[in-house]
């Protein structure tokens, strides 16, 4: 069982910068692939970003290549999202998700998810 629990989440202006955080209870964290999510306010969740076990492998979406980066802590059972130069339709909430695979990019290969935290980028 693995509980996660997003943070960092909030209003930033088009253009600016957010980090999120995902804290992960569980000693066997460091052998799930954590993955990140949105969903934006009438349309279905979507993925954004993923990455393996040891952190050695990515994977994004298209539409946030070059501008988000995962990454993670097993010492601290925690991942990231570094989310940089932002845009009005990045905003939505984002959900962390553990995986027990090598790395995922679809909803049903997760098996526990967070609350998801809010991110509002304004124009």
């Known amino acids: 069982q693995v509980q996660l629990v997003e943070s960092g989440g909030g209003l930033v202006q088009a253009g600016g910068s957010l980090r999120l955080s995902c804290a992960a209870s569980g000693r066997t964290f460091s052998s799930y692939a954590m993955g990140w999510f949105r969903q934006a306010p009438g349309k279905e969740r979507e993925f954004v970003a993923a990455?393996?076990?040891?952190?050695?492998?990515?994977y994004y979406a298209d539409s946030v290549k070059g501008r988000f980066t995962i990454s993670r802590d097993n010492a601290k059972n925690t991942v990231y999202l570094q989310m940089n130069s932002l845009k009005p339709e990045d905003t939505a909430v984002y959900y962390c998700?553990?995986?027990?695979?090598?790395?995922?990019?679809?909803?049903?290969?997760?098996?526990?998810w967070g609350q998801g935290t809010q991110v509002t980028v304004s124009s």
């Open positions: 998700a553990a995986a027990g695979s090598t790395i995922a990019t679809r909803i049903v290969e997760y098996d526990y």
């Open positions: 990455i393996s076990w040891s952190g050695g492998s990515t």
